[in-house]
């Protein structure tokens, strides 16, 4: 499988933008507020934003993309879009059962919004991983238990 390096942190970069614009904007209509996710990390890095902000987009633009591009992709069953999804899925069950407990939001949000809450940062995570995997997964090859590589 061949990736593009600028396509995959292109990818990285579009999900991580709507997903972040989904939970200021469509969490509300679900929930009653938005989920700020830089707010959240910052709150667990000693309540700096700016550092929150800041993990939020290395991770979303950055180390997750290399992450599902480098170790996940070939594993992942399905099309590219459906790698993506499987990728978000994973993203949201490690988000909702370790780091939202970690930052007083409960074990599967229940502590801001509960099933409601879950089910939007579902939503957030299904966007990212669906971008992220039509984005960068478009120059993959047929054969995708082959190595990656980056051009």
């Not at 959240?40 to 290399?66: C, K, Q």
């Amino acid at each position: 499988m061949k990736f593009n390096l600028t396509k995959t942190l292109i990818g990285g970069f579009t999900g991580t933008l709507m997903m972040t614009l989904m939970m200021q904007f469509a969490a509300p209509m679900m929930i009653g507020q938005p989920m700020d996710i830089a707010a959240m990390l910052g709150n667990m890095m000693g309540g700096v934003y700016a550092l929150g902000m800041t993990v939020h987009i290395l991770l979303g633009v950055v180390v997750f993309p290399l992450l599902y591009a480098v170790l996940l992709f070939r594993f992942l069953p399905g099309a590219p879009v459906v790698k993506g999804l499987l990728f978000g899925t994973g993203l949201w069950l490690l988000a909702a059962t370790m780091v939202m407990p970690m930052a007083g939001a409960g074990f599967f949000m229940s502590e801001i919004g509960g099933i409601k809450a879950a089910m939007a940062a579902l939503m957030g995570h299904w966007v990212y991983g669906v971008l992220l995997g039509a984005i960068a997964g478009r120059d993959a090859c047929r054969h995708c238990s082959a190595q990656p590589h980056f051009h």
